[in-house]
């Protein structure tokens, strides 16, 4: 009878020992899982900054680019009425003069 029980008792400190390393196993496969959420969380995260950075950045030349093309235009046309102007404004003058003294006269 005493083996019996002494067996039992055996049995029952290998299952509690069992399952103590089952808990302290567990708890530990939680930290690692943990960590690994946080190290792919900040891997994601500095892949979405450097993908976020390269767009701005080419979001960014893009918009110079129409910026240039604006401006050249804008000066082609300046060059333009400049030029325009240039050969027209002796006439322009000397027409709204003429028109100035045909008010006046009357």
């Known amino acids: 009878m005493k083996e019996l029980f002494d067996k039992i008792m055996s049995i029952d400190q290998q299952a509690n020992q069992r399952l103590k390393e089952a808990v302290k196993q567990k708890e530990e496969e939680a930290l690692r899982v943990a960590e690994q959420k946080q190290q792919l969380e900040r891997e994601m995260e500095a892949k979405a900054k450097s993908y976020l950075a390269k767009l701005e950045a080419s979001e960014q030349q893009a918009a110079?680019?129409?910026?240039?093309?604006?401006?050249?235009k804008a000066e082609e046309e300046r060059k333009r009425l400049e030029k325009i102007y240039r050969g027209n404004r002796e006439e322009w003058?000397?027409?709204?003069?003429?028109?100035?003294?045909?008010?006046?006269?009357?």
Request: proline share 0%; aromatic share 0%.
């Open 64 to 72: 110079d680019e129409v910026k240039s093309e604006i401006d050249q």
């Open 93 to 106: 003058v000397s027409s709204v003069v003429l028109s100035v003294l045909k008010a006046s006269e009357k």
